[in-house]
C-alpha cells in the first residue's frame, strides 16, 4: 500500500481547468508561445497528460514558471531544457534522439525499408517470365467463371 | 521451397516482447513502481535556490542552498496538506535526533500559518526551514510528489532522492549505509 | 439467485469451452465425423451459456443487487437506467463478461450459418475458438470473478464514475469489442488453415465477411470513443494518442491492412502467408490491446483497471495464442507460396504497397507506445513517447498510403497502365492542386499552414479518386447507366463508400488540428467574444438540479451577423455519487464548424464565469467520414457474394492439392 500522496488522487477535487484566465500572458505572441512549450511538457504526476491539458495543481506551476521563464526572456528550448533537467526525458513529451532513442526513432524507416525491399524481391521473384497459369490459377478461374455464371 | 527463416521472424520478435513483459510483470510484482519517476539530480550539485523562512519559528532566517555546505544533511519535502507526511513525521524525529545529522525542510505549496501550526503540533525536527509556496524550488528539484527527502553530501551535491516516507527500515537499508559512506 | 446462476452458467460454459477446443480439433485429426459435428452444438451451447450468464449480471445491475461487489462499486440507484446497464460493462469484470459474450455470439454465428464450410475446417476453426473462450472464461472465473457477494449487502452503491456517463461511451466498449473480439473469427481461420495446410480462394472468401464485420465495428468503436473523448473531456481533442487508444488502433490498422491483403488472395490466390500472418497479428493485438489495458503494464488516462496477477494470468493466455499459432505459422506458411504473377504496377501491386504502409504504420505505434516500458524495462531510462512523436512518424507514412488508394482500385489485376490511370485520375489531381492552392493562398502563415493545406490535397485526392473509380465503372453520362448502377456488386460500392469516408475524415483531422481557435476568458453576463464570423454572448449561469447531480447551467447565445443562430447552454456538474466534478460542453455543429462552449469556475462576484469557446473547423468531418467508412463496410457486407458465402471448394477438388 502507498501511503505517498499523490497530486494525482486529488485531481477530482481540484476545479477540472487546465489553463486559467489569470495565469494567461496578455502578450499574445509569448501567449503563444506558452502554450507551445506547455504542449511539449508532461504533467509529472499524471498518465499521458501534457501540462496545458491537466489540472494537477503542480501542472499549474509548472505553466506558471513556464510563463515567468518566457517573461524573463528564456527561449523555449532553454526553459525544456530546464524541465528536462530537473526531471529527466520523462518529461518531454517529444522523446530526444539519444542511444536509448535510437530504436525508436529508426526503428519505423527501417522498417519500411526492410519493407521495400522485401516487396521488391517477392516481386523479382515471381515475376520471372510470364509463366503460364498454374493449377491453383485455374482452380481460381474456375471459381470465378462459376460465380459469374 | 523458400527460404524458412523469414516465417520465424514473427516468432521471435514476439518472443523478445513477452520476454520484457514478463520481467516486468516480475518487477512490477517485487514492488516496482511505475508511477514512480527516478531521479535524475543524483550525483549533481543541490539547484540554486533561496527560500524565506516562516514568519514566528525560532529559527526564521529561510533557508538557502549556501547552508548545505560542509557536512551531510537531509532535506525534507513536504506540506501540512499532506497525509503521507502526517505518517512520516514521527519517524522523521525520531531517526535523526541524535543523528548529528541537520535535518531541513522545505514547505511547499502550503500557507507559512499552516506550516508552522503543524510544526508545533507534530514536533520541529528542522535546522532550517524554507517555504516554496509555487512550487519553484520543487520544480527545480524534481518533486513529484510529497514527502522527498535528499541525502546531500558537504560539498553541496545530492547523493541520492528518496521519493517515499521514510520508515525505520527504509532509514536502516537506504540512508545508514550511505551516510557512513560520505562520513568515511 | 439469478446471480448464483449466472456464475454456475459461467462455470458451465468452461467446460463446454473446453469440449469445444478439443474434441472437433481431434476429430478433423482422426477424421471422425461425429467428433467434428459436435462444434456447432457445443458453439451454440457455449453462447446460450454466457449470455444467460452475462445476462444474469446485467440483472442485478437493473435491479440495483447491491449484494453483488460490481454492482456495488460501479452503480448507483439515482443513476439512469441506461447508465445502469453500461455500469455492467463499465468496470473490469464485467468488461471481460461482455468481452466472451461476444466471443460466444460470433462463434455460434459461424456454426449457425457456416452451412457451406467443409466440415474440418468448420470444426477446426470452432475449436480455436473454443481455445480463446476456455482461456477467457478462465482467466474471468479465476481472477476477475463478476458474481463474487457482499454480505451484508450495503444500501447504497458506490455509482459509476460521471465521466463514463455517456450515451457515447456506454456503446463505445461494445463497439470496440464487436471489432477487437470479430477479428477473432479470422484468426480461428488461419490456425485452422495452417494446420490443414491450405489457403485458397474459398478460404478468404470465408474470412472475408468476418474480418469486414469486426474491422466496421472497430471503425465504429473507435469512432464513438473519439467522439466520446470530443464532447466529454470539455477541452475539444478528439484523439492523444494515448495507449489505451493506441491499443485499438492497432488492430485496426493491421485489420485494414488483412482486409485489402484477404482480395488478393481471394482474386488472385496471391500473399497467402502475408495474410495469414496478418489474420494471425490483427487478432493478437487485440489480445494485447486487453493487455496492456488491463495489466498494470502500462497505465493511461483511462485505464480502469490495473492488477499484475491479472497480467501474469493474461501474459500466460498471450504465450499460448500468439506464441502457439505463430509457431505453427513457421511450421506451415512456408508451404503455402505459391499464388499468381503480377507486375509492380498492378492492382495487387498497389494492395501490397497499401499493406505495406499499413503495416509499417502498425509497427510504429506499436514501436511508441511500447518503448517508454522496454526502455524502463530494459534499465534505459524513463522516458515519455508523446503525440509529437506519433504525429512526426505517423503522418509521413500515411501520405503515400493516400496517394496509393487513389490510385490502386483503377489499376486492372496482374499488369496495369499507370499512364492510362493518370489520365483518368487527372480531374482528382488537378482539384487537389487547386485545394492545395487555394489553402495555401488563404492561410500561410507558418509551415502548418502548408502542412495543412497538403493534408486538404490529400483528402480531396482520396474523396475524387474514389469518386472517379465509381463515375468509371458506372458511366454515369453513357446509355445504361440505371443497369451498371444496379449491377455493380455491393462490395465496389463499399470500397467506394469507405475510401471517400476516408477522404472526409483526413479533411476533419487537417482542418481542426490546424485552424482550431481557442478562446478562454472570464465574461460577466452580456460580455461577447466574437471568432470566424460568429458572436457569442454570455448571457449568465443559473444553478439546476438533475437526476443524480446538481450544477449550474450556462447560457451563450451565437450570433452570425445580427441573426441568433442558436443558444448554448454547457453545462458543470456535481455528481452526488460519486462526489465528482464534470463539464459538459454544449456544442453547435455546422456544416463546415463546430462552435464548442465550456462553462468554468464561477468568479468571486457569483455571476461572471471562466469561459472556454474554441472554433474547430470541419471538426464534423471527422465523425461524417467514420460513418461513411462504417457505412461503405455495412454495405460491402450486404453483397451477395459475402452474403451467400463462397461456393463449395468444388473449384479445389478439380485440382487436387497434397495435403501438406
Keep these: 500500500m502507498k501511503l505517498r500522496t499523490f497530486f494525482a488522487a486529488l485531481v477530482f477535487a481540484l476545479p477540472l481547468w487546465a489553463v486559467e484566465p489569470n495565469e494567461m500572458l496578455a502578450d499574445p505572441a509569448l501567449e503563444a508561445r506558452a502554450r507551445e512549450v506547455s504542449k511539449a511538457l508532461r504533467c509529472v504526476v499524471c498518465q499521458n497528460e501534457t501540462i496545458d491539458e491537466s489540472h494537477a495543481e503542480i501542472a499549474g506551476d509548472m505553466r506558471k514558471m513556464v510563463r515567468a521563464r518566457i517573461t524573463a526572456g528564456d527561449s523555449n528550448e532553454q526553459i525544456l531544457n530546464y524541465m528536462l533537467a530537473s526531471y529527466g526525458d520523462f518529461v518531454l513529451l517529444r522523446p530526444r534522439f539519444t542511444g536509448a532513442t535510437l530504436l525508436l526513432w529508426l526503428g519505423p524507416p527501417l522498417l519500411l525499408l526492410l519493407g521495400l525491399f522485401a516487396v521488391r524481391r517477392r516481386l523479382r521473384t515471381h515475376a520471372a517470365g510470364p509463366a503460364p497459369l498454374t493449377s491453383e490459377e485455374r482452380a481460381a478461374l474456375a471459381v470465378l467463371e462459376k460465380d459469374k455464371a | ?184 | 439467485m439469478i446471480t448464483e446462476l449466472g456464475h454456475f452458467a459461467l462455470a458451465l460454459a468452461l467446460a463446454v469451452a473446453i469440449i469445444q477446443a478439443t474434441v472437433p480439433m481431434i476429430g478433423a485429426a482422426r477424421n471422425n465425423v461425429a467428433w467434428m459435428a459436435l462444434a456447432r452444438p457445443a458453439a451454440l451451447a457455449l453462447m446460450g451459456l454466457i449470455g444467460f450468464s452475462f445476462g444474469s449480471l446485467i440483472h442485478a445491475f437493473i435491479v440495483s443487487d447491491f449484494s453483488v461487489v460490481g454492482v456495488y462499486e460501479n452503480s448507483h440507484t439515482a443513476q439512469p437506467l441506461i447508465y445502469k446497464i453500461s455500469g455492467a460493462w463499465g468496470n473490469h469484470e464485467g468488461s471481460m463478461m461482455l468481452w466472451i459474450t461476444i466471443l460466444g455470439i460470433f462463434g455460434a454465428s459461424v456454426a449457425a450459418f457456416g452451412e457451406n464450410l467443409p466440415p474440418a475446417l468448420r470444426a477446426r476453426a470452432l475449436a480455436v475458438q473454443g481455445m480463446i473462450a476456455a482461456g477467457f472464461i478462465g482467466f474471468i472465473l479465476f481472477t476477475s470473478n463478476p458474481f463474487l457477494r457482499l454480505d451484508p449487502a450495503p444500501l447504497e452503491g458506490r455509482g459509476v464514475n460521471p465521466i463514463l456517463q455517456d450515451p457515447g461511451l456506454a456503446l463505445h466498449p461494445p463497439m470496440l469489442y464487436l471489432g477487437y473480439v470479430g477479428f477473432s473469427m479470422a484468426f480461428s481461420f488461419a490456425v485452422a488453415a495452417l494446420i490443414e495446410g491450405r489457403v485458397d480462394a474459398a478460404w478468404a472468401r470465408w474470412v472475408r465477411p468476418w474480418t469486414l464485420a469486426a474491422w466496421t465495428f472497430l471503425t465504429l468503436g473507435i469512432g464513438l470513443g473519439s467522439w466520446w473523448a470530443y464532447t466529454e473531456l470539455g477541452w475539444g481533442g478528439w484523439w492523444f494518442w494515448d495507449p489505451v487508444e493506441n491499443a485499438s488502433f492497432m488492430p485496426w490498422l493491421c485489420g485494414t491492412a488483412l482486409l485489402h491483403s484477404a482480395i488478393v488472395v481471394e482474386k488472385r490466390e496471391a500473399l497467402k502467408s502475408w495474410t495469414v500472418l496478418l489474420a494471425i497479428i490483427t487478432f493478437s493485438l487485440s489480445l494485447l490491446g486487453t493487455f496492456l489495458v488491463r495489466s498494470g503494464i502500462l497505465t493511461s488516462v483511462h485505464a480502469f483497471a490495473s492488477d499484475p496477477t491479472r497480467g501474469i494470468f493474461v501474459l500466460a493466455l498471450l504465450i499460448i495464442s500468439i506464441g502457439g499459432s505463430l509457431v505453427l505459422y513457421a511450421v506451415r506458411a512456408p508451404t503455402l507460396e505459391g499464388g499468381g504473377v503480377f507486375a509492380p504496377i498492378s492492382r495487387e501491386g498497389g494492395l501490397l504497397l497499401n499493406n505495406l504502409f499499413l503495416a509499417t504504420a502498425c509497427a510504429t505505434v506499436l514501436l511508441g507506445t511500447l518503448y517508454p516500458l522496454i526502455a524502463e524495462t530494459l534499465d534505459l531510462g524513463k522516458i515519455t513517447v508523446g503525440p509529437p512523436y506519433f504525429n512526426g512518424v505517423f503522418v509521413p507514412l500515411m501520405v503515400p498510403l493516400i496517394v496509393t488508394a487513389g490510385v490502386g482500385p483503377l489499376m486492372a489485376w496482374k499488369r496495369g497502365d499507370l499512364a492510362a490511370a493518370r489520365l483518368r485520375l487527372a480531374i482528382a489531381a488537378a482539384v487537389a492542386l487547386i485545394v492545395i492552392g487555394v489553402s495555401a493562398a488563404l492561410q500561410h502563415n507558418n509551415w502548418h499552414d502548408f502542412a495543412a493545406a497538403g493534408g486538404l490535397g490529400l483528402a480531396a485526392w482520396m474523396s475524387l479518386a474514389a469518386i472517379t473509380e465509381w463515375w468509371e465503372r458506372v458511366k454515369p453520362l453513357q446509355s445504361g447507366a440505371f443497369g451498371r448502377l444496379r449491377h455493380l456488386p455491393r462490395a465496389a460500392y463499399g470500397m467506394t463508400l469507405a475510401h471517400l469516408g476516408l477522404g472526409v475524415v483526413i479533411a476533419g483531422v487537417t482542418a481542426s488540428t490546424a485552424w482550431k481557435q481557442e478562446h478562454i476568458q472570464t465574461q460577466a453576463p452580456g460580455d461577447s467574444i466574437s471568432f470566424a464570423g460568429y458572436t457569442v454572448t454570455f448571457e449568465g449561469a443559473a444553478d439546476f438540479v438533475g437526476p443524480n447531480y446538481s450544477g449550474q447551467r450556462g447560457s451563450f447565445a451565437v450570433k452570425k451577423g445580427e441573426r441568433v443562430v442558436a443558444t448554448l447552454t454547457p453545462e458543470r456538474r456535481v455528481y452526488i455519487q460519486p462526489q465528482q466534478q464534470t463539464t459538459e460542453a454544449d456544442i453547435l455543429t455546422t456544416p463546415l464548424a463546430d462552435i464548442y462552449t465550456v462553462l468554468g469556475d464561477p468568479q468571486a462576484d457569483g455571476k461572471s464565469y471562466v469561459t472556454r469557446m474554441y472554433y474547430q473547423p470541419l471538426v464534423p468531418w471527422i465523425w461524417m467520414g467514420v460513418v461513411l467508412m462504417g457505412l461503405g463496410g455495412l454495405v460491402s457486407l450486404s453483397d451477395r457474394r459475402l452474403r451467400i458465402g463462397a461456393p463449395r471448394r468444388a473449384a479445389a477438388k478439380l485440382n487436387p492439392q497434397p495435403a501438406e
Design chain 2, 1 to 184: 521451397m523458400a527460404k524458412r527463416w523469414p516465417y520465424l521472424v514473427p516468432l521471435a520478435v514476439i518472443a523478445i516482447l513477452f520476454a520484457i513483459f514478463g520481467k516486468r510483470l516480475v518487477d512490477v510484482e517485487q514492488g516496482f513502481n511505475p508511477a514512480m519517476i527516478p531521479s535524475v539530480l543524483n550525483g549533481k550539485p543541490m539547484p540554486e535556490f533561496d527560500l524565506p523562512g516562516l514568519p514566528g519559528r525560532t529559527n526564521d532566517r529561510g533557508f538557502k542552498t549556501a547552508d548545505l555546505k560542509g557536512q551531510v544533511s537531509l532535506v525534507n519535502v513536504w506540506g501540512s496538506w499532506c497525509v503521507g507526511c502526517l505518517q512520516e513525521h514521527p519517524n522523521l524525529v525520531k531517526l535523526t535526533q541524535g543523528s548529528g545529522i541537520p535535518v531541513h525542510g522545505i514547505a511547499w505549496r502550503d500557507k507559512p500559518e499552516a506550516s508552522l501550526a503543524w510544526l508545533r503540533k507534530q514536533g520541529d525536527p528542522y535546522t532550517l526551514v524554507g517555504q516554496d509556496p509555487d512550487s519553484r524550488t520543487a520544480i527545480a528539484l524534481g518533486i513529484t510528489g510529497a514527502p522527498e527527502t535528499f541525502l546531500v553530501d558537504p560539498y553541496g551535491r545530492i547523493v541520492f532522492k528518496w521519493a517515499n516516507q521514510i520508515t525505520p527500515e527504509v532509514w536502516q537499508k537506504e540512508f545508514l549505509p550511505r551516510i557512513a559512506q560520505l562520513r568515511k
